[in-house]
């Protein structure tokens, strides 16, 4: 008989018992389950609600299923539902009517949140890990290339001389933010919800703030029926991967792009590659193409918790079984895509000569050959007009602006002089930039140093 079966004439059908069962994914819970139950079963002994002796045989026992589960000595069952219920059966087979005490003053309702909320505290703690460690691989590949010249791009078209170090910081913010992100979900995460019961709290006398300091948190949640229904703190956790996996995603598109042969800035380490079945000299970037992909799964897991909690009247309903899933799915998903992509960077050849020859065409020297106009004295939309011009004539004549004589220059504006010259070769061009945050090498050297100091001090969760 089921443990709630009390109440029933007649046993559960087994095609609804199968699709009522929840062990095949919940079984991942079971560490925090048991971490759980060993909380309350002390705390039950503390507040004299069960006898310390019965606590500490249910303790020990539970510990005892925590190896055996390890060991991979225990099958769970599909008749006993979920882990939550599989472990309790366990225990009540291995110690009697001692292990039927452990579930006084607590409903499966806090005790799956508070199993949720352990595990994603730990998911969040290894997920900023690994963003720390690809944070620091940026770094590494950018202070490598500080004088690495290549094209910046707008609309996918040559804008404006960069470096590829300058590039590079620029995914370091994203995935700073993305680090913030996720510490501000643990925040919120870190609230205990054992102790609610099913909705309304219990009537027995018990200690929830030993339970958080028993477990680890820093609060106890305030509504015994917004701790069991609630599950902003996954929805918050699925929103921080996907934004995390759309960074991922655009990184991964520029390495695709720039692997091809049309762009040959980079070469994607044969130890993350593919080949073809058919085409012999086929290498294919699969790796960024399958993170690329996994992103897409990502949304859908957001958009799968949304959909389920976005009609349930209060508090716990049997929709939110649901949540697990796609939580598991995204948090594997995030951890697996950010340490291969991390390898793939690390071990990323760049080809600079390829990326400084692209660099000298386009006419990314247009808006500071304008600029030089303006220092002359010129507003700037009348300069933007004249270097646009300038630009049309040199598509026509197949030449850049630096290409230009002097006398070919003057027909367009009396302003210009020798010095023109310098001011747009495409080191000029990235070294003028004077404002804060720009390509130049001194502003690439602040990022990298604040980028350093970052990683030093700041890239971990105050637990």
Known sequence: MKLWGGRFSKEESSSANEFNASIAFDQKLYRQDIRGSIAHARMLSKQGIIPQEEAELITSALCGI?????????EFTIENEDIHMNIESILTARIGAAGKRLHTARSRNDQVAVDFRLYLMDEIMDIVTLLGKLSSSLVSVAESNRDTVMPGYTHLQR???????YHLMAYFQMFRRDMGRFRDCYKRTDDLPLGSGALAGTTYDTDREFLARELGFSSVSENAMDSVSDRDFAIEFLSACSITMMHLSRFCEEMIVWSSSEFGFIEIDDAYSTGSSIMPQKKNPDMAELIRGKTGSVYGNLFTLLTIMKGLPLAYNKDMQEDKPPVFDAGDTVKSSVAIFTDMLDTMHVKADNMAQAAKRGFMNATDAADYLVSKGLPFRDCHEIIGKMVLYCIGKDKALEELSMEE??????????????????????????????????????????????????????T
């Open 409 to 462: 220059m003057k027909d367009f504006s009396d302003k210009f002089e020798n010095d023109i010259y310098d001011r747009i070769s495409v080191r000029a061009c990235i070294e003028a930039k004077r404002s804060q945050g720009s390509t130049s090498s001194e502003s690439v050297a602040k990022m990298i140093e604040n980028a350093k100091r970052l990683i030093a001090g700041d890239f971990s969760i105050d």
């Open 66 to 74: 925590l190896a055996d589960i390890e060991d991979g000595k225990i």
């Open 159 to 165: 804008a404006q001389p960069i470096t590829l170090a």
